[in-house]
């Protein structure tokens, strides 16, 4: 798996408490980030889940998933604290992962990922600073709506752009996405299969679900699962994508007469519903986790944070982002 390293624990490291093991190998990992890993499971000795004063005995072996180039937790990355900032301090806030085929940041909500009208800065443009040697600009090869945020992948070559372009358009990727919305779903889990389009009005583009046969419409498809919930007010669903139309998990939410928190185009509400108080009426939709094939081989499966407004709401209701289930 590329950007998972698997080693062996050494005769000399015998009886080594796993956090003292992490100091010695990954000096840069803060303790609460490494809390963080373990809780979800994402380091593992010999396949099982452990904790931070687990002894570790020769000849075991340790799962170390990619880190962040630096640790984040001091840092909550938001569209405020970028203003006033060069774009390669920007970009190397944003950046969780890199190798010499990818970079793979956690996009802030609010920042665009491409141009558009009266937008002076975005990702795309930002990259322009990370040219290499041979002048190549890092690449595009897949977009976030620019108030959702999360997992970013970049290519760093033409070739590496090339491999994951067609990973997504083949399907070969698993996108898993958090959304808090209004009311609980009737079911547990379930799949969501419509027919949108896009409609152009004054306001800007707008999809919205339509009869099989209307003309420019595409199938869409996506599946969620209900994580937990707050009284009938609220729930948080992990929600997954297997096509890839322009606001499909909004449109769905919406369309299952659930919308996404603080979704602007999408969400609409009788008089006798009320956001709780203390949630910001913000986009409250997160890429959470990626896993996509490598273009040198392996799978690559990144997980990004949670933006600070969404952090925000988890803690007033009482959501533990570790108890996800994530495998």
Same mark, same amino acid.
């Given at each position: 798996?590329?950007?998972?390293?698997?080693?062996?624990?050494?005769?000399?490291?015998?009886?080594?408490?796993?956090?003292?093991?992490?100091?010695?190998?990954?000096?840069?990992?803060?303790?609460?980030?490494?809390?963080?890993?373990?809780?979800?499971?994402?380091?593992?000795?010999?396949?099982?889940?452990?904790?931070?004063?687990?002894?570790?005995?020769?000849?075991?072996?340790?799962?170390?998933?990619?880190?962040?180039?630096?640790?984040?937790?001091?840092?909550?990355?938001?569209?405020?604290?970028?203003?006033?900032?060069?774009?390669?301090?920007?970009?190397?806030?944003?950046?969780?992962?890199?190798?010499?085929?990818?970079?793979?940041?956690?996009?802030?909500?609010?920042?665009?990922?491409?141009?558009?009208?009266?937008?002076?800065?975005?990702?795309?443009?930002?990259?322009?600073?990370?040219?290499?040697?041979?002048?190549?600009?890092?690449?595009?090869?897949?977009?976030?709506?620019?108030?959702?945020?999360?997992?970013?992948?970049?290519?760093?070559?033409?070739?590496?752009?090339?491999?994951?372009?067609?990973?997504?358009?083949?399907?070969?990727?698993?996108?898993?996405?958090?959304?808090?919305?209004?009311?609980?779903?009737?079911?547990?889990?379930?799949?969501?299969?419509?027919?949108? %389009?896009? !409609? /152009?009005? +004054?306001?800007?583009?707008?999809?919205? *679900?339509?009869?099989?046969?209307?003309?420019?419409? @595409?199938?869409?498809?996506?599946?969620?699962?209900?994580?937990?919930?707050?009284?009938?007010?609220?729930?948080?669903?992990?929600?997954?994508?297997?096509?890839?139309?322009?606001?499909?998990?909004?449109?769905?939410?919406?369309?299952?007469?659930?919308?996404?928190?603080?979704?602007?185009?999408?969400?609409?509400?009788?008089?006798?519903?009320?956001?709780?108080?203390?949630?910001?009426?913000?986009?409250?939709?997160?890429?959470?986790?990626?896993?996509?094939?490598?273009?040198?081989?392996? %799978?690559? !499966? /990144?997980? +990004?944070?949670?933006?600070?407004?969404? *952090?925000?709401?988890?803690?007033?209701?009482?959501? @533990?982002?570790?108890?996800?289930?994530?495998?």
């Amino acid at each position: 798996m590329v950007g998972v390293e698997i080693k062996q624990v050494s005769v000399d490291e015998n009886g080594m408490r796993l956090d003292r093991w992490f100091k010695v190998h990954y000096p840069r990992v803060g303790f609460g980030y490494l809390q963080k890993l373990l809780r979800s499971g994402q380091i593992r000795v010999d396949g099982g889940r452990v904790k931070t004063d687990t002894r570790l005995l020769m000849g075991q072996v340790v799962r170390v998933p990619p880190f962040p180039v630096d640790d984040k937790e001091s840092f909550p990355i938001t569209d405020k604290t970028l203003r006033g900032q060069d774009d390669e301090t920007v970009l190397k806030k944003m950046l969780l992962y890199e190798d010499p085929k990818i970079f793979v940041f956690n996009k802030p909500a609010g920042l665009a990922v491409q141009g558009g009208s009266g937008l002076t800065r975005h990702v795309d443009s930002m990259l322009e600073v990370w040219r290499n040697k041979k002048g190549e600009k890092p690449r595009l090869v897949h977009r976030l709506d620019r108030e959702t945020s999360g997992v970013l992948i970049v290519a760093r070559s033409r070739s590496a752009a090339q491999a994951l372009t067609a990973a997504f358009r083949e399907r070969e990727t698993k996108k898993t996405y958090w959304a808090l919305v209004r009311g609980v779903p009737k079911k547990k889990q379930d799949k969501i299969s419509t027919w949108v %389009v896009k !409609d /152009i009005t +004054a306001q800007g583009d707008k999809m919205r *679900v339509c009869e099989h046969g209307e003309p420019d419409s @595409n199938h869409a498809v996506s599946y969620y699962r209900v994580l937990d919930t707050r009284g009938r007010a609220l729930s948080w669903l992990e929600m997954e994508p297997y096509t890839g139309r322009t606001h499909q998990l909004r449109v769905h939410a919406a369309h299952m007469d659930h919308p996404i928190i603080g979704d602007s185009k999408y969400f609409f509400s009788d008089s006798n519903w009320a956001l709780p108080g203390g949630i910001q009426n913000r986009l409250h939709l997160h890429a959470r986790r990626i896993r996509i094939p490598h273009p040198s081989g392996g %799978v690559l !499966d /990144i997980i +990004a944070p949670l933006p600070p407004h969404m *952090v925000q709401s988890f803690n007033l209701l009482a959501f @533990n982002e570790d108890d996800d289930n994530t495998q």
